[in-house]
């Protein structure tokens, strides 16, 4: 009688205990936000310049349609859909005008940015036109910025995107290699101005995925998808000169859907 009633109290306790814990989780799991809405920040990578099928309302940061973040939403339709992401933006365009709608709702954030910090389109157009001297010099102005100042200006942008949206997922994506070593251009840069390019996305991406990492950032790497798929590959994911020229050096349509989506997706 003694054992059958002590095993009574103690099933009564455990019981009770268990339902006190449980009743306590789920009062705190009600009381925190549902992060659930996507915001896409960041520069032209982002916004999707050279996929055409821009949206009208964006005017001069041609957003496109067929950028991943618009193609990532529409596969997914998160409860909410903001796309801030510009042509043209640095680090500072994306703390000063790019974060208005992170809330502590927003459960995924993507941005590609620093490529614009570290002069890519000056580097390009004097890679383009002034040779190869000029072109190893340019890259090596750039490689300085990446290594010296761009850490810096990437720890301000990710620091305000953590202080403004605490829930949120925060995927950094990379830039591709531009070019194919050795492969089907018969004109245009020297390979040794093609390597030195291909060395700066490199830098920049390792800057970046470090930078990610330290602020408990996701870093997707697209250089995997975008190989065989560089410039000179005979299969380009990556407009060369073009006309506009803003576009130049920019993905494809092909390039969102097939470099960038995917490594998106399997980083959310």
Not at 18 to 34: N, V
Not at 54 to 68: A, F, H, I, L
Not at 92 to 101: I, Y
Not at 117 to 127: E, Q, S, V
Request: overall charge neutral; glycine content about 10%.
């Amino acid at each position: 009688m003694r054992l059958s009633r002590f095993a009574a109290l103690t099933s009564a306790f455990f019981v009770t205990t268990a339902l006190a814990l449980t009743g306590a989780s789920a009062a705190a799991s009600a009381q925190l936000p549902t992060a659930t809405g996507y915001v896409a920040l960041g520069d032209s990578y982002s916004s999707g310049v050279g996929a055409g099928s821009y949206d009208s309302s964006s005017g001069s940061c041609k957003r496109s349609t067929r950028s991943y973040p618009a193609l990532w939403n529409a596969a997914h339709t998160p409860a909410s859909f903001a796309f801030t992401a510009c042509s043209g933006a640095r680090t500072g365009d994306v703390v000063s005008g790019q974060l208005g709608p992170l809330n502590a709702s927003t459960g995924l954030v993507s941005i590609t940015i620093g490529g614009n910090d570290a002069g890519f389109a000056d580097t390009m157009t004097t890679c383009a036109l002034q040779g190869e001297s000029a072109c190893l010099a340019r890259v090596a102005q750039a490689r300085t910025y990446i290594d010296n100042t761009l850490p810096g200006r990437l720890d301000t942008v990710y620091s305000a995107i953590a202080q403004k949206a605490p829930n949120a997922r925060v995927v950094v994506l990379g830039y591709p290699r531009f070019y194919k070593i050795g492969g089907s251009c018969l004109a245009g840069l020297s390979d040794k101005s093609r390597s030195a390019i291909n060395a700066a996305a490199d830098a920049i991406n390792g800057v970046t995925a470090k930078r990610a990492a330290d602020h408990g950032f996701g870093f997707a790497d697209v250089t995997s998808t975008f190989t065989g798929h560089e410039l000179c590959s005979g299969s380009a994911w990556l407009h060369s000169v073009t006309y506009p020229v803003d576009e130049s050096y920019h993905p494809t349509s092909a390039g969102q859907s097939g470099g960038y989506l995917p490594v998106f997706a399997s980083a959310t």
